[in-house]
């Protein structure tokens, strides 16, 4: 879920950026009012001086927050729609082998969050200015960096964060919208198990969201919206809670049994999928921005992805070992038709649709910012909400095509979070290393820059392949 410390948690994990980003997101204290310049960002600092700039007293006053509440932010940053998908992931990667990748790419994917963080408070530093969101930083760290010929594209870098971003959370939306198709027909048709060819097709269910998830988009403030985020992460928790009930309750199988691992193609969906349910990227600088102690936001990290994690194995562990080569996605699914599994599903479906609409909001506030320069100001409030309407039908239109939660998640995390969980931000460091502090011994920094760059560019291509092609041939 999406999430910021500004408005509390949002929808999606993987990242998202908060309000400060889209306020921010075309202004900086060191950036030039003159587009035409093509490097907006200027090392004011080296050496010791830029380590002794106090970005945390720089900072506007106003409310802050300690590394408790901090740990909160992150959580919510990162428990999302991946969360309640991740045991089908576990069905096609195997069980033994998901549940031992879940805490590697778990703690592969908190590094390279604090790689980013790091590398902020590098940059306060060089350029002076106390704070910045990750576009910002991937600029500045382009344009301020060692490599001259790379300096005239740091606005494409920019474009590409935003771009990964936009992608990330609009793809998100599709997801929402099946799984919350998916209840539907479960409780409509009143089925125990969802099979396709059976009943209603999915696709009339998904159809039938195109009227309500545009009229939720019509809220153009977050205010409205995100004190539904608390009550959707307390679901978040009884879901987990009521998975290891069911799976105990259910299972037909002992753990002796669940398969160690299936294949490639699985291992790659898998992938996908748990890097997207546990990857907070987009707002970890929002957080460490808000921080009373920003220098202790390894502390943050630390703590809040130890708790992500292991929501994220406990869903995916006892999901496929409860309910075996039939999981569903969302978990609540898979869940009887019982009074309270009812009722569960039922706010779970309503706490998704809210979601849907926070997660819609801040790539669409990205995109707007573009789109609204070719309209007179005094229309923009109509052509803001035609935009936000045909932007829904596209949504939609992607989600007809493609009723496939997991595979979907798949090609998201795969594409996405490779890019902007661990390219971006392993690129971003090497830039700001590669002078001052140097590359080290035997050149250690360029390796572990080498090493992250070939694994997020396996994730990404084959992964996005993989998962594409499954997709397509699920269609056509």
Sequence with gaps: MVNTPETGSVANNHSQQPLQRIQSHHSSPTRSANPAIPHRFKIVARGQEAKNYNFRDARPPGKKTTVVESIGHLIKSCLGGGVVAIHEAYKQCGLWTSLVLTIVFGLFVSYCMYILARSAQKMYGRVQVPSMTYPDLA???????????????????????????????????CVYQVMIARTM???????????????????????????????????????????????????????????IYYAVKLS?????????????????????????SMEGIGATLAIENSMEEPKKIGLVLAGGMSIVISIVLTVGFFGYWGFGEKSKSPVTVNFPLETFPIILKVFMALMIYVTFALNFWIPFELVWYYIKKRYNPNKYWFWERVYRAIFVCGITMIALIFPNVSKFIGVLGSFCISNMGFIYPAFIELCLDWEDPGLGFIKWRLWKFIFIFVFGAFLCILGTVSNVKELIKEVF
């Design 252 to 276: 037909e199988q002992s753990l002796g049994e669940m398969p160690v691992f299936k294949d490639l193609s699985g291992l790659l969906e898998f992938m996908g999928v748990c890097v997207f």
């Design 185 to 243: 027909k479960q409780l409509i048709e009143n089925v125990e198990e969802i099979r396709e060819g059976e009943g209603t097709p999915i696709r009339v269910f998904i159809a039938t969201l195109l009227v309500p998830c545009i009229l939720i988009c019509m809220i153009t403030s977050l205010k409205y919206l995100a004190p539904f985020s608390l009550v959707a992460d307390f679901f978040i928790v009884t879901v987990a809670g009521a998975t």
């Design 139 to 173: 600029e500045a760290a382009l344009s301020t960096g060692p490599f001259e010929k790379l300096k005239q594209y740091s606005t494409c870098f920019r474009y590409a964060v935003d771009f990964t971003i936009a992608v990330d959370l609009f793809g998100s939306c």
